[in-house]
């Protein structure tokens, strides 16, 4: 996800608050279709779009925007805004109904939590609420840059989400968690992403969705950490970059490209998504060069279909 400021009040997660999401058993993705036809629709494709690619349409007009991204071919939805019990500023049902109406499904939710962190009352809360818009995963985006100092933080954040994920899983919902570059970095001589939260998240109660995008950029190998770490990623976030650069954890960059137009190499990634565990795809590219997020989209879409997929 895009980690500038306005990424960070737009979202206001804290370091201490997430939400959950249930696991699949089966695989989202068919096996590519006979694209021989030009009337194969990209919808058999499963593949995710994450609306933040498209925060500022979903602001001028909600039904609009999501019939764009119908029409290009996206057969599930990540959400990026939840407040007040309202996704999108619609009640859970009437949300849902738009959604369904464009023949499209929405699976899961980057969701904003409280400042002062995770209780059980809005844990339990914002569960009940996603479980009406009948999502499959909640997922815990960001963890503000305060909280990142210690491994101790990171440990008190692994063992509430633990508790989180365990409210959601009751409702219905696997939760997961969304990383950047940062987890990669070294905090008092550990690497967090994998010494605390690899080894103390229950696998059955917290995925990871892994953003192949910030991983790359953090130096690391995913195919290497499916290996590591197999069944432990249900979801991917795809996203490209056009530049190899040395790694990095300072969680801000403009080097986004659409899925195929750039560096990363899918095909030997998606390869090995047995091994990771892996059951969606979810596009996303936090910003455009020429600021024309739907074409950019459109590409990712044909790349994956025409290229990528089969």
Not at 160 to 168: S, Y
Request: glycine residues 8%.
């Amino acid at each position: 996800m895009k980690t500038t400021q306005s990424r960070r009040n737009f979202l206001r997660v804290s370091a201490t608050g997430a939400l959950g999401a249930m696991a699949l058993s089966q695989y989202a993705f068919k096996t590519a279709p006979d694209l021989s036809s030009p009337a194969v629709d990209p919808k058999t494709f499963g593949v995710a779009l994450q609306l933040y690619t498209i925060r500022d349409a979903m602001k001028a007009d909600v039904p609009g925007s999501l019939k764009r991204v119908s029409d290009i071919g996206f057969k599930y939805l990540e959400l990026a805004s939840y407040a007040n019990g309202k996704f999108y500023g619609y009640e859970p049902a009437e949300f849902k109904k738009i959604v369904t109406d464009l023949g499209m499904v929405i699976l899961s939710s980057h969701t904003q939590v409280e400042a002062l962190g995770i209780t059980l009352d809005n844990a339990k809360k914002m569960a009940e609420d996603h479980a009406k818009l009948g999502v499959k995963y909640c997922i815990q985006p960001w963890v503000v840059e305060e909280a990142r100092t210690t491994l101790d933080s990171y440990k008190k954040m692994a063992g509430e989400w633990n508790k989180v994920g365990g409210i959601m899983k009751q409702n219905g919902i696997q939760f997961g968690y969304h990383n950047h570059n940062f987890e990669f970095d070294k905090v008092e001589g550990k690497i967090p992403y994998y010494d605390v939260f690899m080894v103390e998240l229950d696998k059955d109660l917290v995925t990871m969705e892994l953003d192949l995008f910030w991983a790359t950029k953090a130096g690391q190998n995913p195919v290497e950490m499916f290996k590591k770490y197999p069944g432990r990623f249900q979801l991917f976030h795809m996203k490209d970059m056009f530049t190899k650069e040395a790694p990095f954890y300072k969680p801000v960059t403009k080097d986004f490209a659409p899925v195929g137009a750039g560096l990363i190499n899918f095909k030997e990634i998606l390869a090995a998504r047995s091994i990771a565990g892996n059951k969606y795809l979810i596009v996303e590219q936090d910003s455009t060069k020429d600021g024309k997020p739907f074409d950019a989209i459109k590409i990712s879409m044909t790349n994956l279909t025409t290229k990528l997929l089969k």
